[in-house]
């Protein structure tokens, strides 16, 4: 594609024109344009140009010289821009819209509404008393706390006569000093205050000693880009962001049928650019593959909500709509459903329940519809992918259902995440984010001091999606205490550490998993996040799990291009670690191979691990120690699996259906693209696997109970092509959660 000419200019104008100073209103959508493609020169023509639409390109940032002084109205929506500063060039800009750019967050729309001062649209949502607030409040309080530090500790290290190197000298060490001690303001928006705190803590300096004043802000995040200290967590210092080409999503699904042009072979998954061009976490519907829009409606409340709530209580963050409490039964009539839709959550009725033996123990129990997008009824198409449940605590006397019982489960998919009582199939929060789509949820459980020095466990739940950042979340509270900006691409998976609380690994589409230490918040909600660690991948990483028997040594990873383990101890020093082995499997000609895409992993005990999917089919057994030790004896990175057995599964070649276990009952779980859910339970074989010299079981170990998806009519019609993302259950096996590629959250319960 050609860049920007004169003539393009006059075709696009709206009405067309025969003169760049006469344009008034543009429509460069659509067009593939690149930053580069914006010729200031050109651009400069434009002298009267109003209304600007550029969304849906491919621009990642601004450049500084786009001379446009008449500009109103800008339009950057679906672009991949990752810094708003240059817009201060626009100074009459009244409406701006940038929905749908992954890198720009909370902190952005906040950087904008101080440097446009005729601003009063941000994404559709008048924002005229926040940006006011931004503007005069928020400056006045950040002014005072910056003289009040010169003063407390910097004015008398400045003799009265001093030089240009004593002047330069303690300018560098004020302002690393004011950004890393002067907080205001919620966790989610210690970006901003930084940027802001440089600048003016930089006026400051200029009015008080004379020293040119540093008009560019914008370099303010790299300052802290390293340090462990800052409130919000360092962005990985290695990232190439001039690689980013494409929207970061993830796979979308891909329904056509066996034999068809499109269908995801093996060879195609074995590919680096395939695995990157085709990501199929994103929508179920071929007919619509775009991802929806993100809804406008919510956003610039809650800013408003969280700035103004920051000056008095010092709560930081979003929160927990209240009172969605919503109880939903798989056994409603239909007379029930038509009249029952609350919040977004739908009744369902199953007509019929088709077993797959007659001794099947587990009964259907809820079908819950509670993360459509905007609370659609009509919504079957968002991707449901992760659940997890809540882990027990010991809170004596207190009624509180979210910490009480570990019958809470969380759900993510969509724009939102959800905890629901899997008894009576209650919605017991719901936590949104409208430009979000989340995929992975994890929970751990922080001591933290409340506010009468007293301390008190409470459970934290983790959220991370295609945004690459990480949400932190105190559901007693219902509060999103704040963010850490972990990966510049999606994050795939995350997981806390069992034995190291505030342990967290983020698993991205960057090829990195990472290590971070979340801190633990005071009762302000203020806390400390640094990273610890980067694990360098060949591929990117979906699947991840800590070796129950030295969770702080090893981590074991399915990657898109086969199964990686790392050393994962602290005491070394090398902070950027390739990994330490990477383990072949029997593959579809009777050979070894180490190339394949590993969508499922987890660990049934100490030491046998389940995996999938190196062919169509079939699921592994292998065992770790035994495997680990073959490579102990040389220094090969190599290491052929040893196999325990195989388990019957499903012979699509469907990606991303991932597996669960139940360590304590020796279930192994995985659904299929059919919407049934394969149980295994392998009880009567792990006393001989653990043997040291247990034998390869021969024959394929067949499921012990299928559970067939029941027919579901919404709105009249039958859901079809339903696809099982994922299946957990809770510790005991009371219940199973099922996640689907229909926006249905299905709970069954062991009988």
Request: charged residues 25%; hydrophobic residues 35%.
């Amino acid at each position: 594609m050609s860049k920007i000419t004169t003539e393009l200019l006059l075709e696009r104008a709206v009405p067309r024109s025969t003169r760049l100073r006469k344009i008034e209103t543009l429509n460069l959508s659509k067009l593939q344009l690149k930053t580069g493609d914006l010729d200031p020169r050109l651009f400069s023509r434009l002298r009267h140009l109003q209304k600007l639409d550029l969304s849906d390109n491919l621009l990642d940032k601004f450049p500084n010289s786009l001379t446009l002084p008449d500009l109103r109205v800008l339009n950057c929506n679906n672009n991949k821009l990752e810094d708003v500063t240059a817009l201060k060039q626009f100074p009459l800009l009244e409406e701006l819209t940038y929905e749908n750019n992954v890198y720009l967050t909370l902190n952005d729309d906040y950087k904008v509404m101080f440097l446009l001062q005729n601003l009063r649209l941000l994404n559709g949502k008048d924002i005229t008393k926040l940006a006011n607030h931004v503007r005069r409040v928020n400056s006045r309080k950040l002014t005072s706390k910056v003289t009040a530090h010169w003063e407390k500790f910097f004015r008398d290290q400045l003799p009265e006569k001093y030089t240009a190197e004593q002047v330069k000298s303690i300018k560098k060490k004020f302002l690393k000093s004011v950004q890393t001690n002067v907080v205001y303001g919620p966790s989610s928006l210690s970006e901003f205050t930084r940027w802001r705190v440089k600048m003016i803590a930089e006026e400051f300096l200029a009015y008080s000693l004379g020293l040119e004043l540093n008009t560019d802000p914008e370099p303010e995040e790299k300052m802290d880009e390293n340090e462990e200290e800052s409130t919000e967590s360092p962005r990985e210092a290695a990232e190439d962001v001039g690689q980013v080409t494409l929207t970061p999503s993830k796979r979308k699904r891909n329904h056509s049928k066996p034999g068809s042009g499109n269908k995801r072979s093996k060879s195609q998954a074995n590919t680096e650019e395939e695995a990157v061009v085709n990501p199929r976490k994103s929508s179920h519907v071929q007919d619509n593959p775009a991802p929806d829009k993100p809804r406008t409606s919510n956003q610039p409340a809650k800013e408003a909500t969280s700035e103004q709530g920051a000056e008095g209580t010092h709560k930081n963050g979003e929160q927990f709509p209240k009172g969605q409490s919503n109880r939903r039964s798989s056994q409603l009539t239909g007379e029930q459903k038509s009249q029952e839709q609350d919040n977004g959550v739908v009744s369902l009725t199953p007509v019929k329940n088709s077993k797959g033996k007659e001794d099947v123990s587990a009964e259907p129990l809820h079908f819950l519809q509670c993360h459509s997008k905007g609370n659609s009824r009509e919504d079957f198409k968002t991707q449901l992918w992760s659940c997890v449940f809540e882990p027990l605590l010991d809170c004596g006397a207190r009624k509180d259902p979210i910490v009480s019982s570990s019958r809470t489960v969380a759900t993510c998919g969509g724009e939102s995440v959800c905890l629901i009582d899997c008894e009576t199939g209650t919605v017991l929060k719901k936590y949104k984010v409208a430009t979000e789509e989340f995929f992975s949820v994890a929970w751990t459980t922080l001591t933290m001091v409340i506010s009468d020095s007293r301390k008190k466990s409470h459970n934290i739940l983790a959220a991370a999606g295609r945004r690459g950042i990480v949400k932190l979340i105190h559901v007693a509270a219902d509060f999103c205490y704040g963010e850490i900006k972990a990966h510049k691409k999606p994050i795939a998976t995350v997981c806390f550490s069992p034995t190291r609380e505030t342990h967290l690994f983020t698993a991205s589409y960057d090829k990195r998993i990472a290590l971070w230490d979340i801190g633990i918040p005071d009762c302000d909600y203020n806390f400390k996040a640094s990273q610890l660690l980067v694990l360098e991948a060949l591929s990117i990483p979906l699947r991840i799990a800590l070796v129950p028997t030295c969770p702080d040594q090893y981590l074991l990873a399915g990657c898109e291009g086969g199964c990686f383990a790392w050393n994962i101890k602290l005491d070394k020093e090398q902070k950027s670690r390739p990994f330490e082995a990477i383990f072949q499997f029997p593959d579809e000609d009777g050979g070894m191979t180490t190339s394949h895409r590993v969508d499922g992993l987890a660990f049934l005990n100490d030491d046998v691990v389940v995996s999938k999917s190196s062919k169509p089919g079939c699921i592994y057994l292998w065992s770790w120690n035994r495997s680990f030790e073959a490579k102990g004896k040389g220094y090969q990175r190599t290491v052929s699996a040893v196999i325990l057995a195989e388990l019957e599964w499903s012979t699509t070649d469907l990606s991303y259906l991932t597996l669960s276990t139940c360590p304590a009952k020796d279930y192994v779980f995985c659904g299929d693209e059919m919407g049934s859910v394969w149980m295994y339970s392998l009880s009567n074989y792990t006393s001989a696997w653990s043997s040291a010299k247990g034998k390869r079981s021969d024959k394929r170990i067949p499921p012990t109970q299928i559970l067939k998806w029941p027919e579901l009519r919404a709105n009249g019609e039958q859901l079809s092509e339903v696809l099982i993302n994922n299946v957990v259950s809770d510790p005991t096996f009371t219940y199973l959660v099922v996640l689907t590629s229909v926006n249905i959250t299905a709970i069954w319960k062991k009988s």
